[in-house]
C-alpha cells in the first residue's frame, strides 16, 4: 500500500490506541510520521515499533502547550520536510455525570485542550508548510458530538464543536488544504475503558454490527481521507459508529 507515499504527518495523542493505529497506518502507506503524547518512554516505544527514525520520530509534551506544539512542527520539518498531514487525535474527558454539577475547571481544561489545542495544531501545521503542500487534516470528533451521550456530556460538548471548527476551516483553507472529521463510537482502547469494561457483550448488543469498534477501524477512514482518493471531500465528519447511531442507544 503506497497512498501516502511522500507525505510526511503529525499523529497527536499517537502512543497507543486510535492515534497509535492511525500512525501505524500511515507508516504502512508510504509516509513519514511524527508521533505526540505526554509518556515519553510509550512514545519512544511506539516509534520504534513504527519502524524507528527513518519511519517515525516522536516528540513527548503535552497538546495544549504551545511551545510543545511548535516544538513538534519544527522538529518535523527538520527530519521529514515541509508538513502534508495533521490528524487531530488528542483528547481529554477528565470529567464524568451530568452537567448540571460538572466542574467548571475540569470543563475549560477539556475545551483548551480538545478544541483550543486542535486548533492551535493547525495553526502550527500551517507554519510548517500544510497550506504550501496541499496537504490535509482530520480532526478526531465522536459520535458524542452528534448526538446526546448523558454521562459524558460536556465531552459532547466539546467534540461538537471540534465538528464546527472542521467545517469552518474547511471553508477557510481551501483549495489548498482539505479538513474532516471522523466521529466514532465506542472503540476498545485504555480511553473508552470505562464505557465498556465488563460488559462489553451487553453494549455490543446495541449495535447492529454487534461489536464494539477496533482502532483499526478509524486509521482506515483516515487513511483515506487523507489519500488522493478523497480529493474531493472537504468539511465532513465521517460517522463510525457499527450503526449505533441509527438506534438512538449512543453511550
Given at each position: 500500500m503506497?497512498?501516502?507515499?511522500?507525505?510526511?504527518?503529525?499523529?497527536?495523542?499517537?502512543?497507543r490506541g486510535i492515534g497509535f493505529a492511525i500512525a501505524q497506518r500511515f507508516v504502512a502507506e508510504g509516509a513519514r510520521v511524527?508521533?505526540?503524547?505526554?509518556?515519553?518512554?510509550?512514545?519512544?516505544?511506539a516509534a520504534k515499533d513504527l519502524g524507528g527514525p527513518e519511519h517515525a520520530i516522536a516528540v513527548a509534551g503535552r497538546g495544549d502547550d504551545p511551545d510543545h506544539r511548535a516544538e513538534v512542527v519544527d522538529t518535523?520539518?527538520?527530519?521529514?520536510?515541509?508538513?502534508?498531514?495533521l490528524v487531530n487525535n488528542i483528547g481529554?474527558?477528565?470529567?464524568?455525570?451530568?452537567?448540571?454539577?460538572?466542574?467548571?475547571?475540569?470543563a475549560r481544561k477539556m475545551f483548551d485542550v480538545n478544541v483550543l489545542g486542535t486548533l492551535g495544531w493547525v495553526q502550527e501545521a500551517l507554519r510548517?508548510?500544510?497550506?504550501?503542500?496541499?496537504?490535509?487534516?482530520?480532526?478526531?470528533?465522536?459520535?458524542?458530538?452528534?448526538?446526546?451521550?448523558?454521562?459524558?456530556?460536556?465531552?459532547?460538548?466539546?467534540?461538537?464543536?471540534?465538528?464546527?471548527?472542521?467545517?469552518?476551516?474547511?471553508?477557510e483553507l481551501a483549495p489548498k488544504v482539505r479538513v474532516n472529521a471522523v466521529a466514532p463510537a465506542v472503540v476498545k482502547t485504555k480511553f473508552a475503558t470505562a464505557l465498556y469494561?465488563?460488559?462489553?457483550d451487553q453494549v455490543a448488543a446495541t449495535y447492529p454490527l454487534r461489536r464494539l469498534g477496533?482502532?483499526?477501524?478509524?486509521?482506515?477512514?483516515?487513511?483515506?481521507?487523507?489519500s488522493a482518493d478523497a480529493g474531493w471531500i472537504t468539511g465532513q465528519t465521517l460517522v463510525i459508529d457499527g450503526g449505533v447511531t441509527l438506534t438512538g442507544a449512543v453511550q
Open positions: 503506497t497512498q501516502l507515499a511522500g507525505e510526511v504527518a503529525i499523529v497527536t495523542g499517537a502512543s511524527c508521533i505526540t503524547g505526554r509518556d515519553a518512554t510509550a512514545l519512544k516505544t518535523t520539518v527538520g527530519a521529514f520536510g515541509p508538513i502534508t498531514q481529554i474527558n477528565p470529567a464524568y455525570g451530568p452537567l448540571g454539577t460538572l466542574d467548571l475547571a475540569a510548517g508548510g500544510l497550506a504550501d503542500a496541499g496537504g490535509s487534516i482530520v480532526n478526531i470528533s465522536s459520535v458524542s458530538g452528534v448526538r446526546p451521550a448523558p454521562g459524558i456530556a460536556f465531552y459532547g460538548v466539546t467534540k461538537a464543536a471540534l465538528i464546527h471548527l472542521t467545517e469552518e476551516l474547511a471553508v469494561e465488563g460488559r462489553e477496533v482502532p483499526e477501524d478509524i486509521a482506515g477512514a483516515v487513511s483515506f481521507l487523507c
